[in-house]
């Protein structure tokens, strides 16, 4: 075999290292104290548990283990995918299974291997595999893969993913197999032979399943075969014949192989269509074929529906399904189906058959465990398949199964069931074709499947036939559609093993003799080489002590590379390891005694596996595995450049010739180093074009700049080994060597050799005739196309600075094939790039005619040669542009500029879309030379160009789609990029809100890039995900924290509120959870005990108070607050005790001394829950658990647990409540929890119509049952809460029959046995409330309910009158009237009329319907004024207002004009008028109106509201303070309305002032609530003091980042929150629910805007001007606010912007969407913003005095000049900025005597920070370089001055189109213009001296090598001059300028460029001198 080996060096290649291979499974499982490691230890005899504390410690008890056991051991290998980015290494993920153990691990080259997750299971593990599974997300169809792993047990999958879930899906019946599929999982049924007795007659029952999801139901599988006999019929995949071997997901395709047949074929695996589905369902029974009929679906049915019985299958025929020891049960566990179905099933053990690995490629690698020494390839194919596969072949193992009896009844009863709808159909795509003969005797089934690909790009499907030791490979290829796979010819191979490189494009392929051969596709590459394995001289002696390293060097998969085996040199063998330690064998599957038996034979290469990416592992046939990797095409980026070129242009055959070729050579063992990779490639790549390399200089020189490649040496053997002195010689003077000493090694190429000029001609002057080129070369015929593709390769190089190096290594080569090619314009370019470089090459190859004839010339190889630099300054001189050639796929770049100018100078909005073909022609490869694509031309004034502003946001948004990065410009030179950095700049000035996060990235925007990356994490789980730092500060008292309004965010509000501590005030005021001060002063006549009454009375008076505390810090403390998963909800305690002075004694209530009403805390108690939950923010992280954790534990805290569960329904938390719970919590029948939770899950689906909801609500609502239900006695407040839920859930969708309902239940009667009697009030009104929001709005387009006549009905109820016949189901229940009540049957209108009169103000609510609005208005008469209560007219009023929306004014007469004029006139007049009736009436239409005004105004701060309002307030207050002091006066003085009206009067205004207010925080509206809450004596009861403390929580609505929404649903919210009914004492429920004052939670809406700076991410100040949208009150308006500030509603809207000059300017534009700054508002309205540089933030600079361009004015100096670089710190964060102004503007020691450069980059940055545009600093610095360099003539290549004619073209471009466009430009300063005329003067200077230079450059003579050539280079590349070598005959000898004139126009050169050659041209006419004065001339134009 060595023998072999030795004779193939030629073409071999070396593999990287070898490294030792041990599972890293394997070393955890020792390590894991499970029950197959016990198991070991037992087994393992003493002797040798010395070594068990290393890897050899297993495989020495791994001998003793039966193979049964070690079978269990198996392991798969896949690249690393998980989350990882492009950029981060590759690595390896492993999954190792061994007994109950799964162990996914994964390392890479850096990092040793590592646990991810381990997974131990009950039963042994079957097999494990990674799956993807799509879960679908939301409703527009878009998927999120979930990668998990499938532990498969013989009984269920368990299947965990990567972000946690874990799901246990059981298995209907024993599966053979799984396999992982696009889709899901594909489930292979056991087939045993029993299934003809259980199926139905003439049925075989499916045999493959699908699993799209662990929690999907398993489903048969439907295929579509294409068979000759059958037709394409879809039916269930139930052949047992058909066993998969193989799936893939990308394509998605499944192959099977035919046990019957013997033939493979490949499946198409989609989604199942809808016509297959219903075809395959109600398919009839076909004598034909055998499709499951309707009578097995349901069998299947039936049978898959049980799997939940599996766990207690009945009766006593299984004992256990252990694996290996079981029954092997019938394929579908029928033990499951009941013997009620007349089966009886007895079943006897039989042997387990197991597949014991996930994919067939690691099957085959499984089981090879016969010895070495009887290596007959059938026998060993064939065993190594039976033992491996036990999948029973028809000529298998049947006498190992008994086969379970069983007795079936004739008749089967399948029960009737709906079948599984099938998900997954496979289609037939390709089949084998069936081969005869002998072979069909040995089972053809592939052991292996896999896909691999060519270095062309085609694609193949192989499979290895192991026994007949064949590898077939299928090419296909996708057709037009991609849906379809078509599949070509096969090729067979002959191999034992194979495994795909999927990196390299190639497979490894063993073949029988045991070498290792590398393929691509089907092409043959080159044998093998393994360092270190199999050498020539192997000694048969010391093998095993070479394999069986120590310990140490073992390498898991991923170990470090620093542990691989010690090569073996290939002439000397010593042992590595001297000592021989037999027991340290790595064994796998080999049968031990094989090694002790045979001791003397070498090793050898068994099989193939796990391949990942280019590695793979050797299995010797000792057991031993050895991992190794092969190696790349190509290191260079310019090589795989080149060879990517190469291959896009040739022919497929051609193209792998070379590819094949070159791969060779690169890796023939002992290859070159990566430097001189470049070098081999010329080489190579020139003697397949023909050329002795040997022969051309340049290129021989290359030879000794390396070490020969064997492969080379092989072919050039020197005649003398010894050397010489001339080989010395010809070193020394060799061009590389020059290269050498001439500059240092990094510039490489750069610039050759400036010295030994005449070394050059003296060696290349004489041109031998040998130089000829061999035209039988492989490549020769395609050399011109070869050079053009390089040539455009070139041209791409040059647009990346960092290849340019590159570019300089191409040109050699390109310079030699354009001289030969004769193409000199293509030289004269390279000459113009590179004048040192190219200057030395003059050798070129004669070719004859015959040879040119045999070249095929494309069409696309032109004269002129194509130049990008050139192109892009047409463009920019608005010059005609044909379309540049470009590479798909190679010059990415240089497409992706050539359309950005385009698009962006050229202004052709098409340019990227629709226009492509007019800037670039694609070069396809096999053009022919008659398809020359027409050229277009075009015009450069394009008609109605788009402004600048529209094509700068179109391009950056163009570069952004095609993945452009900021990092890719800063690779792009410096001239090019300035057009591209100039449209970036326009972009940041003015951007768009609604730009991607990448976006805002490139145009360098991170107050937005940052804004657009929180909207993409919308749950992100930080708490206020924002910056905004949430610690409180510490406070001194410890109590204070539990105050529950800790959380409110101080940095905001200290920034709303900075000059006062009102925050604290507020705290202060609505705090409930310490004692308060009882100050009663004890009079002498006192007694003790009457004292400490007194005192305990005026405890129980300010306890009215602190009672009502908690529902207005609800409000205040809105949504702050984020929870703690672990942690319970911290609710402060409601404290009714108090303190008096002096001695700080205890006050209580419940000492016994005064009667204190019952119950008194438990709504008080219920609204403290709320409180505390409606802290919870609505994006916190909530769960059902959470929910359920809080309950309390003690039976008194169970109202707080009802509060507290109703504000989870309010922030939308309620619905992640589990309906289990929902029902417990419901059945405890405790009536608070009841109310909380009916109320909360309501708000929560608020106008959803959800069923579930509708449910649980209608039980507790006696008119929603059926009227024969059971009475349920439900609480009455239950009901309440109940009907208003019917409300929440239905609001807005007008639901016919529950607005039915609901209309009756206004005017419900007592009930004859008085059950609705008590409170009848709030449940009339609840009910109202309820039918306003079913039918919210709608006003008179109540769609199907004109027979209900609801407005007349509501009318009625409202003014009375005669009651009507009940219609429907209650009229039975309704029949009996009350025995107690005497209402007759009239309506009771103190029941009805509140429910009734707000019911029609939210039906017609702002529908401006005066006709309804009539019926409202207060009464005009005396006489009628008598018949309504006063209150109802607050009611009336307010319900008329809103009715006519449009009409509330925020004024006084307004609110005056709604008192009717009878009482304007009356009130003051004479005695027969009932006073009080109207003053009452007065005051309630007054306090009605200004409610109207608060709703109209809800939230807007509107000041005409406010002072209207204020005013109404002040004038309560008066009359309120006068009532209450005069009580010494007569009555007639005291207040005609009575203290408790002026009281309600008072809380309403007040509620409309903070409801204008809401969120302000106004002061003035603060002192009246505070002095009302001081107020506790007299009439104020519990009820005032709610409303005053809402009115206060209301103004501070979420700490000032919430305020009230005018929507509709917000007004119906308000409506039932601010009743103007307010309860008389805590237990009051009589009129409105206490419960519904937190509605009002439903009416908040985040509006704060608060800056934050995006980089300190500290909230700022900024200036915002937000324009409102015209409408009929007034015109567009503008207006500036300082942000943090409220937002008025968003829909009155239409942009709201950040101003400047302090930050950068930001719009957004609510004209277009208002979705964004929505989003942004409610993820605490942080809008991150972005200080411009020189300037300070308005917190430390108010004025703005400070700032950078303030200094410019106040200063006599300039800016520029009083800068001081040293202070740049506080005007910038630029990193780049500050580091510059660190380290070269300051004056050190070495910098004196350069104070010129000094100044200018000062400048320079003076300039960056005040155009903010820092990003320029590396341009002004190249351009400041070029010109130093040009001026001290030191230049090695022209490129920077082609730079800087890009630079001068765009600044010319834009001067010429005038001022307008001047201060959009970015290089504004005089910098560019200073420096053009530094540039000018060189040239000129230059110009004057050297003039012959340039006369003799035209007449084509040969130059000379010196400076002087470079300059020239630089001046014609600078003067934009063309290649004048053939037209110097024609410029020659002009007479005049005129002459000139008329002959150079067709030569495209600019006047300006002309006019300075005049001296030239002209000298030959008329001297030399007379016309030197010109060139200044020639300045001025």
Not at 834 to 856: H, K, R, T, V, W
Request: glycine share 6%; proline share 6%.
């Amino acid at each position: 075999m060595s023998e072999v080996v030795y004779e193939e060096t030629a073409t071999m290649i070396a593999s990287g290292e070898l490294q030792s291979f041990v599972p890293f499974g394997r070393e955890h499982c020792r390590n894991h104290p499970n029950a197959f490691n016990l198991q070991l230890r037992e087994l393992q005899p003493a002797s040798e548990l010395w070594l068990s504390d290393g890897a050899a410690g297993l495989v020495g008890s791994l001998q003793e283990v039966s193979l049964q056991e070690r079978e269990r051991e198996c392991w798969q290998l896949r690249k690393g995918c998980m989350g990882v980015r492009e950029e981060d290494v590759e690595f390896e993920e492993e999954l190792y299974t061994a007994g109950n153990v799964v162990v996914w691990s994964k390392g890479s080259r850096l990092q040793g291997s590592s646990v991810y997750k381990a997974f131990t299971v009950d039963s042994p593990v079957q097999q494990a595999l990674w799956c993807n599974f799509a879960v679908p997300q939301n409703k527009n169809d878009e998927e999120q893969v979930e990668q998990t792993v499938c532990v498969v047990q013989s009984n269920c999958v368990n299947v965990h993913t990567v972000t946690g879930k874990d799901f246990i899906s059981p298995l209907p019946f024993q599966v053979s197999n799984l396999w992982a599929t696009k889709f899901g999982l594909l489930l292979e049924r056991k087939n045993p032979p029993t299934d003809a007795q259980l199926s139905p007659p003439g049925e075989s029952l499916p045999t493959v399943f699908s699993m799209l999801h662990p929690l999907d139901e398993i489903a048969p599988v439907v295929c579509k075969p294409t068979s000759i006999f059958e037709g394409c019929r879809v039916q269930y995949a139930s052949d047992p014949a058909l066993k998969i071997v193989f799936s893939c997901c990308q394509p998605s395709i499944v192959v099977s192989y035919d046990t019957v047949q013997g033939t493979h074929s490949v499946w198409a695996l989609r989604k199942v269509t809808h016509d297959e589905r219903s075809s395959v369902l109600r398919c009839p029974l076909e004598p034909m074929g055998t499709p499951l009929g309707l009578m097995t679906s349901g069998f299947l049915t039936s049978h898959l529906r049980n799997v939940s019985r599996l766990d207690s299958p009945g009766g006593p025929c299984v004992t256990g399904l252990g694996v290996g020891t079981g029954p092997s049960s019938s394929p579908l566990h029928y033990s499951a189906l009941h013997s009620h179905q007349g089966r009886i099933l007895t079943s006897s053990p039989g042997f387990h058959s197991r597949v014991h690995s996930p994919n067939i490629s690691n099957m085959a690698a499984l089981s090879r465990s016969h010895s070495p020494g009887m290596a007959a390839p059938s026998f060993t194919g064939a065993a190594r398949f039976n033992t491996s596969f036990q999948t029973l072949s028809p000529r298998g193992h049947h006498a190992l199964l008994t086969s379970p009896n069983i007795t079936m009844n004739e008749s089967v009863l399948v029960p009737e069931m709906e079948p599984i709808i099938p998900d997954l159909c496979m289609e037939q795509l390709w089949s084998e074709t069936a081969t005869g003969g002998y072979q069909r005797e040995m089972s053809s089934q592939a052991s292996k499947v896999f896909l691999t690909s060519d270095l062309c790009e085609n694609r193949y499907l192989c499979f290895l036939v192991e026994s007949h030791q064949q590898l077939r490979c299928v090419k296909f290829i996708e057709s037009n559609d991609t849906s379809q796979l078509i599949f070509a010819s096969v090729t067979t191979l002959s191999a034992k093993d194979a495994a795909p490189l999927e990196n390299i494009d190639a497979m490894l392929v063993l073949e029988a003799c045991g070498s290792l051969v590398l393929y691509t596709g089907i092409s043959r590459v080159s044998k093998v080489f393994v360092p270190g394995f199999l050498s020539p001289t192997f000694n048969l002696a010391n093998h095993t002590s070479h394999l069986c390293t120590p310990m140490e060097n073992v390498s898991t998969p991923a170990n470090a590379g620093s542990r691989h085996i010690q090569r073996l040199d290939e002439s000397v063998m010593p042992s590595p390891v001297s000592e021989r330690r037999g027991s340290n064998f790595k064994h796998h599957e080999a049968s031990f005694l094989d090694d002790y038996t045979f001791p003397q034979v070498t090793p050898y290469i068994q099989a193939l596996r796990d391949p990942v990416c280019n590695r793979v592992t050797l299995e010797l046939s000792n057991g031993t595995l050895l991992r190794i990797s092969l190696p790349e095409i190509a290191t260079s980026e310019l090589v795989r450049k080149c060879l990517q070129a190469i291959r896009f242009i040739l022919p497929k055959e051609a193209a792998m010739k070379v590819l094949v070729k070159w791969y060779n050579i690169y890796n023939a063992p002992g290859g070159p180093s990566a430097h001189a990779e470049w070098n081999l490639f010329v080489t190579c790549f020139m003697t397949l074009l023909g050329y002795n390399t040997e022969r051309l200089a340049w290129t021989r020189n290359l030879h000794f700049e390396v070490p020969l490649s064997p492969v080379i040496a092989a072919k050039k053997a020197r005649p003398s080994d010894g050397g010489s002195d001339e080989d010395m010689d010809y070193l020394l003077g060799s061009h590389y060597h020059r290269q050498m000493i001439s500059q240092p090694v990094c510039n490489l190429v750069d610039s050759c050799c400036t010295t030994n000029t005449d070394f050059f001609s003296s060696i290349s002057a004489p041109i031998s005739p040998s130089l000829r080129l061999d035209s039988s070369a492989a490549l020769f015929p395609h050399i011109p196309a070869l050079f053009y593709v390089l040539h455009l390769l070139y041209q791409e190089l040059q647009l990346d600075e960092l290849q340019r190096a590159g570019a300089s290594s191409l040109v050699c080569l390109l310079q030699q094939l354009a001289r030969d090619l004769q193409l000199d314009e293509y030289v004269d370019l390279y000459w113009r790039d590179y004048p040192s470089l190219i200057s030395g090459f003059l050798e070129s190859c004669l070719l004859d005619q015959a040879q040119i004839s045999q070249m095929q010339r494309p069409s696309f190889l032109k004269a002129e040669p194509p130049s990008v630099f050139s192109w892009l300054s047409s463009c920019l001189r608005g010059e005609e542009v044909g379309p540049f050639p470009f590479l798909p796929g190679i010059c990415q770049r240089t497409r992706l500029l050539v359309l950005s100018y385009a698009l962006y100078i050229i202004g052709d909005e098409y340019a990227t879309s629709s226009d492509v073909s007019k800037y670039l022609s694609k070069l396809s490869a096999g053009q022919k030379a008659s398809a020359g694509e027409p050229a277009y031309r075009r015009q450069s004034n394009v008609k109605g160009k788009p402004s600048s502003q529209n094509l700068a946001e179109q391009l950056v948004v163009w570069l952004t789609s095609e993945g452009f990065t900021l990092k890719d410009l800063e690779s792009v030179p410096f001239g090019v990029a300035l057009p591209i950095r100039e449209a970036i700049y326009h972009c940041r000035e003015q951007p768009c809100s609604d730009w991607s996060e990448e976006v805002c990235l490139l145009i360098g925007r991170q107050d937005l890039t940052k804004q657009a990356h929180k909207m993409t994490l919308a749950n992100s789980k930080t708490s206020v995900g924002t910056g905004l730092s949430l610690d409180t500060p510490a406070t001194t008292e410890a109590d204070e924290e539990e105050d529950g309004m800790s959380d409110i965010i101080q940095e905001v509000t200290g920034l709303i509120w900075s000059q006062d501590l009102r925050v604290q005030e507020v705290r202060r005021l609505l705090q409930s959870s310490r004692p308060v001060r009882v100050s009663v002063v004890q009079l002498p006549e006192v007694s003790d005990h009457e004292y400490i009454e007194e005192k305990e009375n005026k405890l129980l008076q300010l306890c009215q108070r602190t009672m009502a505390l908690p529902v207005g810090r609800g409000l205040f403390t809105l949504f702050s607050y984020h929870p703690v998963p672990t942690e319970p909800l911290p609710v402060p305690k409601l404290n009714l005790t108090g303190r008096a002075p002096p001695r700080n004694t205890m006050v209580d209530l419940n000492s016994g001394n005064i009667d204190v009403p019952p119950n008194m805390t438990s709504w008080p108690s219920f609204h403290n829950g709320v409180a505390a939950g409606l802290k919870i923010a609505p994006a916190s992280q909530v769960d059902s658990a959470w929910i359920a954790y809080n309950k309390p534990k003690s039976p008194e805290l169970a109202n707080e647990y009802a509060g507290f569960l109703m504000a989870l329904g309010l922030n939308g938390h309620l619905t992640k409540l589990a309906t289990l719970n929902i029902h417990d919590y419901l059945t405890k029948g405790h009536e608070m929890t009841s109310i909380g939770l009916l109320l909360g899950v309501s708000s929560a689906k608020l106008g959803t119509m959800d069923m579930s909801i509708t449910r649980l609500l209608s039980i507790h609502i006696p008119a929603l049952l059926p009227p024969t239900s059971t009475e349920l006695d439900v609480p009455h407040n239950v009901q309440v809460a109940a009907v208003i839920g019917i409300g929440l859930v239905y609001q807005g969708t007008g639901h016919r029959h529950n607005a039915e309902v609901l209309l009756s239940e206004i005017g419900r009667p007592p009930g004859p046995e008085m059950e609705y009697c008590t409170d009848r009030e709030s449940y009339s009104l609840a009910a109202g409330l309820a039918l306003g929001m079913v039918c919210l709005g709608h006003g008179s387009n109540l769609i199907g309910m004109t027979d209900l006549n609801v407005p007349e009905q509501l009318y009625q109820y409202m003014v009375g009158g005669h009651r009507r016949a009940q219609a429907g189901a209650n009229r039975e229940r309704h029949k009996s009237p009350s025995y107690q009540i005497k209402e007759g049957d009239t309506i009771n209108v103190d029941v009805t009329c509140p429910g009734a009169t707000l019911a029609l103000a939210m039906i017609y609510l702002k529908t401006n319907n005066r006709s309804i609005a009539d019926w409202l208005k207060a009464p005009d008469t005396m006489f009628l004024l008598d018949f309504i209560k006063p209150e109802f007219l607050l009611l009336r009023t307010l319900a008329r207002c809103i009715i006519m929306w449009d009409d509330i004014l925020p004024s006084t007469e307004w609110v005056k004009s709604n008192v009717p004029q009878i009482m304007r006139v009356n009130i003051a007049s004479s005695d027969d008028v009932n006073i009080e009736t109207l003053a009452q009436a007065h005051d309630y239409i007054i306090a009605g109106a200004c409610m109207a005004v608060g709703f109209r105004f809800a939230g807007s701060a509107n000041s005409d509201a406010f002072d209207c309002l204020y005013k109404f307030a002040r004038s309560f207050m008066k009359i309120m303070v006068l009532s209450a002091t005069a009580a010494v006066v007569s009555a007639s003085v005291r207040s005609h309305t009575g203290y408790y009206n002026v009281q309600t009067g008072l809380s309403m205004v007040l509620l409309a002032l903070s409801m204008v207010m809401a969120g302000t925080g106004n002061l003035q509206v603060l002192q009246l609530c505070r002095f009302l809450h001081k107020r506790t004596s007299g009439e104020m009861n519990y009820g005032f003091h709610m409303a005053h403390h809402m009115a206060l929580g209301l103004l501070f609505l979420g700490g000032g980042r919430y305020t009230l929404s005018t929507s509709n649903s917000a007004i119906a919210a308000l409506l039932c929150a601010l009743y103007p009914h307010f309860p008389a004492h805590s237990t009051d429920n009589r009129y409105h629910l206490q419960a519904l004052r937190h509605l009002a939670v439903l009416a908040a809406e985040p509006r704060l805007l608060v800056p934050v700076d995006v980089d300190s991410l500290k909230p700022c100040y900024a200036l915002l001007e937000v324009t409102y949208k015209p409408t009929q009150w007034y015109e567009e308006t503008m207006v500036e606010l300082m942000a943090p500030t409220m937002l008025p509603e968003l829909h009155l809207l239409k942009r709201v912007k950040v101003k400047g000059p302090r930050y950068w300017e930001l719009t957004i534009d609510l004209s277009r969407e208002t979705q964004h700054l929505k989003s942004i508002l409610t993820k605490d309205g942080v809008l991150y913003v972005k200080l411009r540089a020189g300037q300070l933030p308005y917190k430390d600079d108010p004025q703005g005095w400070k700032s950078l361009m303030a200094s410019t004015v106040n200063h006599s100096n300039s800016g520029v000049r009083s800068f001081k670089p040293d202070a740049i710190s506080t005007f910038t964060s630029e990193p780049a900025l500050v580091s510059f102004a660190e380290l070269f503007c300051k004056t050190s020691e070495g910098m004196k005597h350069r104070e010129d450069t000094l100044m200018l980059f000062s400048a320079m940055l003076y300039e960056c920070v005040t155009q903010e545009c820092p990003e320029m600093l590396p341009t002004y610095i190249a351009i400041e370089q070029v010109v130093g360099a040009l001026r001290r003539g030191d230049l090695l290549q022209t490129f920077p001055l082609w730079q800087m004619r890009l630079v001068g073209d765009l600044w010319d471009s834009r001067v010429l189109r005038g001022p307008v466009r001047r201060h959009v430009a970015l290089l504004t300063s005089e910098f560019l213009p200073f420096m053009k005329n530094k540039v000018d003067a060189a040239m000129d200077s230059w110009l004057t001296e050297n003039s012959s230079l340039l006369r003799s450059y035209m007449r084509g003579e040969p130059l000379c090598k010196d400076a002087q050539s470079m300059m020239l280079a630089c001046f014609l590349v600078y003067r934009s001059i063309p290649c004048l070598r053939n037209t110097h005959t024609q410029l020659e000898g002009c007479s005049s300028l005129g002459d000139l004139l008329s002959r150079s126009s067709h030569l495209g050169i600019p006047l300006r460029d002309l006019l300075r050659l005049l001296p030239v041209l002209l000298s030959s006419a008329t001297g030399p001198h007379a016309l030197l004065g010109f060139p200044q001339h020639a300045n001025l134009c």
